[in-house]
C-alpha cells in the first residue's frame, strides 16, 4: 500500500510519520569506476553521517569494472567498517546498470543513490531522512546552481531537459540528477521494470510516488575526472528520449505529407505552366536539389527508426543488465 493510500484509509493520517531507529535499515548505493581517489574520503564523511541517524546501515558499493586499486581500498575498509558491502561486475557495464545492480541488492526500507566523488553532498542524507519520515516516498536533490559544470554541459543539458519533458509522458523535474533517497516500496517498482535500456532520471520520474525536492549547490568534483563526455552523453540523451517517447518515430508521418502537399502544389504549378508556356527544358538545379534533399530526409527518418530498432534488439535479446562477478558481504555469498 502506498503511503497516500494509506493517509487515506487509516485514522491517524494526521502523523504519517515513519519511525527511525535501530530496527530500520538504510542503504545508500554507490557506483564507483576507477574511483580510488575519491572511495576512502567518501567513507570517512558518510559513515558518520549514517552513524548518527541511529539507524542500522549499509554502503552498497557497485564496482562498475575498476581498473585502478577501487576494489582492493573498498576491501580493506571492510575490515573497519563492515557495513561496507561490494558488487562486484565483471566488466565496465555504465552508470545505469551499475545502479540497477545497487537497487537489486539494497536491502534498505530506504535506499540512497549517491556519486562517490562528493558532488552530491552528504550532508543532504540527513534531510533526505527527515523527508522520508514525513512520509514522502522521494526525496530527490535539485541542484539550485550548476557553475561546476562547464558552460557547454550546462546549455546542453538545459536543452536536453526542455526536449524531453516536450516529448515524454513522465516529465523529468529541472536539475535533478540520480542523487535521491526512496522508500522500500519505489525500490522495488524500479527493480520490477523489466527495461534494459536504463534511463534512470526518466524511469525515476515514471514510477511516480510522493516525491519532494530538496535544493543543494552542486560542488565541484573531489577528485579525479568526469567519466561523461561528450560523445557519451549524446548517447544518454538518445537512450533518454527513445526509451521515453515515440514522437521523433511519428514525426516522420508529418513531415512526408507536408512534403507531399508541397510537392502537390508545385505538381500543379509546373503542369500549368507547361499547358500555358510550352514545354521548357532546364531545371537540372532545382531537381538536383529536390533529389538530394528528399535524399536527406529519407535517411534521416530510417536513421531514427534504426535508433529505435536498434534498441528494441537489445530488449528482445533479455540479456541481464549486469553481471556480478563477486559479491562481498551479502548474505547470498
Ligand atoms: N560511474 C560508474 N560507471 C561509469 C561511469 C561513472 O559507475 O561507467 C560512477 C562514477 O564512479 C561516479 C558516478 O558514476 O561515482 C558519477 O560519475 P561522474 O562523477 O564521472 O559523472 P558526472 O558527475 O560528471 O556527471
Ligand atoms: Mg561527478
Redesign the pocket.
Given at each position: 500500500m502506498t503511503t497516500t493510500q494509506e493517509a487515506a484509509t487509516t485514522a491517524v493520517s494526521a502523523d504519517m510519520v515513519r519511525m527511525v531507529d535501530a530496527g530500520t535499515l538504510i542503504s545508500i548505493v554507490?557506483?564507483?569506476?576507477?574511483?580510488e581517489e575519491?572511495v576512502l574520503a567518501f567513507i570517512k564523511v558518510v559513515g558518520p553521517i549514517l552513524e548518527g541517524t541511529g539507524a542500522n546501515w549499509e554502503l552498497v558499493f557497485?564496482?562498475?569494472?575498476?581498473s585502478d586499486r577501487t576494489v582492493d581500498i573498498l576491501l580493506a575498509q571492510r575490515t573497519t567498517v563492515p557495513q561496507i558491502k561490494i558488487v562486484k561486475l565483471s566488466r565496465?557495464?555504465?552508470?545505469e546498470a551499475?545502479?540497477a545492480a545497487g537497487l537489486d541488492f539494497a536491502s534498505g526500507d530506504m535506499v540512497a543513490v549517491?556519486?562517490?566523488?562528493m558532488?552530491d553532498p552528504p550532508e543532504l542524507l540527513a534531510q533526505m531522512i527527515a523527508r522520508w519520515r514525513e512520509g514522502y516516498d522521494i526525496a530527490y536533490g535539485r541542484r539550485v546552481q550548476r557553475d561546476s559544470?562547464g558552460f557547454l554541459k550546462r546549455l546542453t543539458a538545459g536543452r536536453f531537459y526542455k526536449l524531453f519533458n516536450s516529448i515524454s509522458d513522465a516529465p523529468i523535474p529541472d536539475n535533478v540528477?540520480?542523487f535521491r533517497l526512496m522508500d522500500r516500496s519505489v525500490v522495488d517498482a524500479l527493480n520490477k521494470l523489466p527495461e534494459r535500456v536504463r534511463f534512470m532520471k526518466g524511469l525515476f520520474a515514471w514510477v511516480g510516488f510522493k516525491s519532494i525536492a530538496v535544493d543543494y549547490e552542486r560542488p565541484a568534483?573531489l577528485a579525479?575526472?568526469?567519466?561523461?563526455r561528450y560523445w557519451r552523453l549524446w548517447n544518454f540523451a538518445l537512450d533518454g528520449i527513445t526509451s521515453f517517447s515515440t514522437v521523433p518515430l511519428r514525426i516522420w508521418t508529418y513531415v512526408g505529407l507536408l512534403i507531399a502537399l508541397v510537392s502537390f502544389v508545385y505538381g500543379s504549378y509546373i503542369i500549368m505552366r507547361t499547358v500555358i508556356f510550352g514545354v521548357d527544358v532546364p531545371g537540372y538545379a532545382s531537381l538536383l536539389v529536390l533529389i538530394l534533399f528528399l535524399g536527406g530526409v529519407q535517411l534521416m527518418g530510417l536513421g531514427i527508426i534504426g535508433e529505435y530498432l536498434g534498441r528494441v534488439f537489445y530488449e528482445v535479446k533479455q540479456r541481464p543488465l549486469y553481471l556480478a562477478e563477486k559479491l562481498y558481504g551479502f548474505e547470498r555469498d
Open positions: 554507490v557506483p564507483v569506476f576507477n574511483e575519491s557497485v564496482d562498475d569494472g575498476s565496465n557495464f555504465g552508470k551499475a545502479l549517491m556519486d562517490v566523488d558532488q559544470d540528477g540520480d568534483r579525479g575526472q568526469t567519466k561523461f
